[in-house]
């Protein structure tokens, strides 16, 4: 196992009466590309910001590239690259100021560094932020801070509003930190983007981690299993009732359940059930795995009532 | 070498890599002893996380498809053709059997599926011959 860059335990943040995380548990391990998945308000923001030192958890640990943001926030930062969905930046100041403002923080290679990519980037160096167009700006606080060549790489919602040519840009720049072995944590809704770049995701919902694991991992352990009950009040075969299932929708006498670990011959077994017909089964794409931990599963019809244990209320992980 | 990654596809991503290097193979738009970029290049050029390509190129491997030049990198075997040509027609076969299956659970019976897809030969080839 490789040794974690961002270790979270037991985290939880309340504002006033709003419980925005509760009991977050998260390893980063080093040298991937981990993107944190979830709708708005479900607190990717919230937990971006108090692994940066910019929050003070109400309870649990936070560790940093082995520092404690609470305590140590300005060692923090130079070793850690983060770019904000909305950057603040002087806007007075022109491209060169503000980089030649942003190198007294870090190393005499800074400004060096910075030239590389402002021309990469295609960065109007005496231009005003002001004038800048919105995927410039972004482009500009990208541009700073990769000159400060961190050891992480922090970005929330880093292609919300861009144009496609910016958002490959933004996306080409975390595979290529990813093959130099750095450590880049997104967040994101753009499930598709995080698709392709991402070898880890966490999805998010309601201030709790639903899901997470590596992504080949999730979906090739979870399947989605769909079929049609001849008697939709009676109760299912063994075969079924016995399957590892976390989440269940009915529709009529359809029922599609997302089951983990499926054995090939568990499905042979429930594709031959007299009492069952058009058994279908697919590994679900991200995209149906994030929809899936977002939304409240049903109980299926044969669970009585009193028999309250929620299949959805449980942690999933690969 | 272009590369297509469609990640809602169904297919993982690593896989589809694995296909269309192969597919470049029997092409021939990738020749025996030719280089493929290396996992960084081939990363930024489809912006897909590099373990994946890693995943793939080891796949590659694995199938004898990519062979490793000290000190170069990976180039696409000498007897790489014949397998890949194979691997394109083991991929075709999969796909015939599942539109046979769709036909046959849509209720064609075996003989207008039979008649159905030599109809659709012949036109292939007549288009072909054009």
Same mark, same amino acid.
């Given at each position: 196992?490789?040794?974690?860059?961002?270790?979270?335990?037991?985290?939880?943040?309340?504002?006033?009466?709003?419980?925005?995380?509760?009991?977050?548990?998260?390893?980063?391990?080093?040298?991937?590309?981990?993107?944190?998945?979830?709708?708005?308000?479900?607190?990717? &923001?919230?937990?971006?910001?108090?692994?940066?030192?910019?929050?003070?958890?109400?309870?649990?640990?936070?560790?940093?590239?082995?520092?404690?943001?609470?305590? !140590?926030?300005?060692? %923090?930062?130079?070793?850690?690259?983060?770019?904000?969905?909305?950057?603040?930046?002087?806007?007075?100041?022109?491209?060169?100021?503000?980089?030649?403002?942003?190198? +007294?923080?870090?190393?005499?290679?800074?400004?060096?560094?910075?030239?590389?990519?402002?021309?990469?980037?295609?960065?109007?160096?005496? &231009?005003?932020?002001?004038?800048?167009?919105?995927?410039?700006?972004?482009?500009?606080?990208?541009?700073?801070?990769?000159?400060? !060549?961190?050891?992480?790489?922090?970005?929330?919602?880093?292609?919300?509003?861009?144009?496609?040519?910016?958002?490959?840009?933004?996306?080409?720049?975390?595979?290529?930190?990813?093959?130099?072995?750095?450590?880049?944590?997104?967040?994101?809704? #753009?499930? #598709?983007?995080?698709?392709?770049?991402?070898?880890?995701? +966490?999805?998010?919902?309601?201030?709790?981690?639903?899901?997470?694991?590596?992504?080949? #991992?999730?979906?090739? &352990?979870?399947?989605?299993?769909?079929?049609?009950?001849?008697?939709?009040?009676?109760?299912?075969? +063994?075969?079924?009732?016995?399957?590892?299932?976390?989440?269940?929708?009915?529709?009529?006498?359809?029922?599609?359940?997302?089951?983990?670990?499926?054995?090939?011959?568990?499905?042979?077994?429930?594709?031959?059930?007299?009492? %069952?017909?058009?058994?279908?089964?697919?590994?679900?794409?991200?995209?149906?795995?994030?929809?899936?931990?977002?939304?409240?599963?049903?109980?299926?019809?044969?669970?009585?009532?009193?028999?309250?244990?929620?299949?959805?209320?449980?942690?999933?992980?690969? | 070498?272009?590369?297509?990654?469609?990640?809602?596809?169904?297919?993982?991503?690593?896989?589809?890599? =694995?296909?269309?290097?192969?597919?470049? =193979?029997?092409?021939?738009? *990738?020749?025996?002893?030719?280089?493929?970029?290396?996992?960084?290049? *081939?990363?930024?050029?489809?912006?897909?996380?590099?373990?994946?390509?890693?995943?793939?190129?080891?796949? $590659?491997?694995?199938?004898?498809? $990519?062979?490793?030049?000290?000190?170069?990198?990976?180039?696409?075997?000498?007897?790489? =053709?014949?397998?890949?040509?194979?691997?394109?027609?083991?991929?075709?076969?999969?796909?015939?059997?599942?539109?046979?299956?769709?036909?046959?659970?849509?209720? $064609?019976?075996?003989?207008?599926?039979?008649? $159905?897809?030599?109809?659709?030969?012949?036109?292939?080839?007549?288009?072909?011959?054009?």
């Amino acid at each position: 196992m490789e040794p974690s860059t961002i270790s979270i335990k037991g985290l939880s943040k309340r504002f006033g009466k709003n419980l925005v995380l509760r009991d977050v548990e998260l390893q980063i391990p080093a040298g991937c590309v981990y993107a944190l998945l979830g709708e708005n308000g479900a607190g990717k &923001t919230t937990l971006i910001r108090t692994i940066m030192g910019y929050v003070k958890p109400n309870s649990g640990s936070i560790s940093v590239l082995g520092i404690s943001p609470q305590n !140590d926030p300005f060692a %923090l930062r130079r070793r850690v690259g983060y770019v904000s969905d909305l950057p603040a930046l002087y806007d007075w100041m022109s491209v060169k100021q503000i980089a030649w403002f942003c190198s +007294a923080f870090y190393s005499s290679s800074y400004s060096e560094n910075f030239g590389r990519w402002a021309t990469q980037f295609d960065l109007p160096q005496e &231009t005003r932020i002001r004038h800048l167009s919105k995927g410039m700006r972004a482009k500009t606080a990208l541009a700073l801070v990769l000159a400060s !060549d961190p050891e992480l790489l922090v970005f929330d919602e880093p292609t919300s509003g861009l144009d496609p040519l910016v958002r490959k840009e933004f996306l080409r720049s975390m595979v290529d930190l990813a093959a130099q072995g750095k450590t880049v944590l997104l967040s994101s809704h #753009q499930v #598709q983007e995080v698709e392709r770049v991402a070898d880890h995701v +966490a999805i998010l919902h309601d201030g709790k981690i639903a899901l997470d694991g590596g992504l080949e #991992q999730l979906k090739d &352990t979870v399947c989605m299993l769909r079929f049609s009950m001849r008697d939709p009040l009676a109760t299912p075969p +063994a075969s079924v009732l016995n399957l590892n299932s976390f989440h269940c929708e009915v529709l009529g006498r359809t029922i599609q359940m997302a089951v983990r670990h499926l054995s090939p011959e568990v499905l042979e077994q429930i594709k031959s059930e007299s009492e %069952l017909m058009d058994v279908q089964w697919i590994r679900p794409s991200l995209e149906e795995l994030f929809i899936l931990c977002t939304r409240q599963s049903q109980a299926p019809p044969w669970e009585k009532p009193w028999n309250t244990k929620s299949p959805g209320g449980e942690l999933l992980r690969a | 070498m272009f590369l297509k990654i469609d990640p809602n596809n169904g297919i993982p991503i690593y896989d589809q890599i =694995v296909r269309q290097v192969k597919y470049a =193979v029997a092409e021939g738009t *990738l020749t025996p002893g030719q280089l493929v970029p290396s996992v960084r290049e *081939l990363a930024r050029l489809i912006t897909v996380n590099p373990n994946t390509i890693q995943r793939a190129y080891q796949q $590659l491997q694995d199938d004898q498809v $990519l062979e490793s030049i000290r000190g170069r990198g990976l180039a696409v075997c000498r007897t790489a =053709v014949k397998q890949c040509v194979q691997d394109r027609h083991d991929l075709l076969r999969g796909r015939l059997e599942q539109v046979v299956q769709e036909g046959l659970r849509s209720g $064609l019976e075996p003989e207008q599926l039979k008649s $159905l897809f030599e109809k659709i030969l012949k036109q292939a080839a007549k288009t072909e011959e054009m």
